[in-house]
């Protein structure tokens, strides 16, 4: 009977080991990254810079990384996702020839992690946080806030409407998320050599504040705004 035992046991311990080992092997998820702004995130440096700084003595070495036998590297294990783009990262994920902060982050944690990296982008230009990317919590801004508005908007368009004023409220928060789900939720088709590992959310990076920095009202809310944003997010 001790003996059975015993060798029950073993065997027990032997396919927990095992299980364990398995699961040591089994791929690392993808880890994933939002990037989140207005124009600053999209990225207005033209890659022309980029050339241009591999040319001097006081930047080559930093900046030639991103070239090999003089063309632009692709990296295979990070990805990005921009809007309509998308595809391995290199130059070119900003603006129309342009860069964002996209390619130096992207290369630092694409060497820093083993497993692969998604790299998914939501900015638009001229966005307020106040306004465009307002999240659910914040509310919207107080009705008199609202008439005043809408008594603007009159100005130009008579038949402009409160509903009008209001639908904007948010529009960019709820684009941004739209986009980040609708990404995690098709990785396959997109990414071709994402292999099913599962993915998990590493980071998030919010590059925005020109315009809330045009209005004194925006400005003193920018705190408050940031702060519902945080633990909507």
Not at 10 to 29: E, M, Y
Not at 62 to 70: D, I, L, N, S, T
Not at 95 to 123: M, N, R
Not at 163 to 186: H, K, W
């Amino acid at each position: 009977m001790k003996t059975t035992c015993l060798g029950a046991a073993t065997l027990g311990l032997v396919a927990w080991l095992g299980a364990v080992s398995v699961a040591d092997a089994a791929p690392k998820p993808v880890k994933v990254f939002i990037l989140a702004g207005q124009s600053n995130m999209e990225g207005k440096a033209k890659v022309a810079l980029l050339d241009y700084q591999m040319t001097q003595p006081a930047t080559r070495a930093w900046f030639e990384r991103f070239q090999k036998e003089g063309r632009w590297i692709e990296r295979d294990d990070v990805w990005i996702k921009f809007l309509d783009r998308k595809g391995r990262l290199t130059v070119g994920y900003g603006s129309p020839q342009c860069i964002g902060p996209e390619l130096a982050f992207g290369w630092v944690v694409g060497d820093h992690y083993e497993e692969p990296v998604l790299l998914i982008k939501t900015a638009w230009g001229g966005r307020s946080l106040w306004r465009d990317f307002r999240p659910p919590s914040a509310g919207r801004p107080a009705p008199v806030v609202l008439e005043k508005m809408l008594a603007e908007a009159q100005k130009r368009k008579p038949n402009a409407t409160l509903e009008e004023i209001q639908q904007p409220f948010g529009a960019s928060y709820r684009a941004m998320l739209a986009e980040v789900n609708a990404t995690l939720g098709n990785l396959k088709t997109l990414f071709p050599d994402y292999d099913g590992r599962g993915w998990e959310l590493a980071g998030f990076i919010w590059f925005q504040g020109w315009n809330d920095m045009i209005n004194a009202d925006y400005t003193a809310q920018y705190t408050t705004n940031l702060m519902h944003f945080i633990r909507d997010v």
